[in-house]
């Protein structure tokens, strides 16, 4: 497998809070932590779709790139408990 770039599935506006990868002034809270393939030729950049199948359109990249993190899991720790359990099924395999 290529390149992994982590990217943000989000959710309503909440109260404003420090979060690595979201623009400032548009606090959103994170509903899920999905996995995507890079683009081809691009590794910062994301694919198409996550590798459970979503459109990674609406999504925000993370600042988190697992590459960069040898041992540690793909996803930031912080998102544990939100991590797409069908994106992290296919890293494991």
């Given at each position: 497998?290529?390149e992994?770039v982590?990217?943000?599935?989000?959710?309503?506006?909440m109260?404003?809070r420090?979060?690595?990868g979201?623009?400032?002034?548009?606090?959103?809270s994170?509903?899920?932590?999905?996995?995507a393939?890079?683009?081809?030729?691009?590794p910062?950049?994301?694919g198409?779709r996550?590798?459970?199948g979503?459109?990674?359109?609406?999504m925000?990249?993370?600042?988190?790139?697992?590459?960069e993190h040898?041992?540690?899991?793909?996803?930031p720790?912080?998102?544990a408990?939100?991590v797409?359990?069908d994106?992290?099924?296919?890293?494991?395999?």
């Open positions: 497998m290529g992994i982590v990217v943000y599935e989000l959710d309503k506006p109260a404003r420090s979060s690595p979201i623009p400032a002034g548009e606090e959103w994170v509903r899920k932590v999905h996995a393939p890079s683009a081809p030729g691009a910062s950049s994301t198409p996550t590798l459970c979503k459109d990674t359109f609406a925000e990249t993370a600042c988190w790139k697992p590459s040898p041992g540690a899991p793909w996803h720790a912080e998102y408990s939100v797409c359990s994106c992290d099924a296919v890293i494991e395999t």
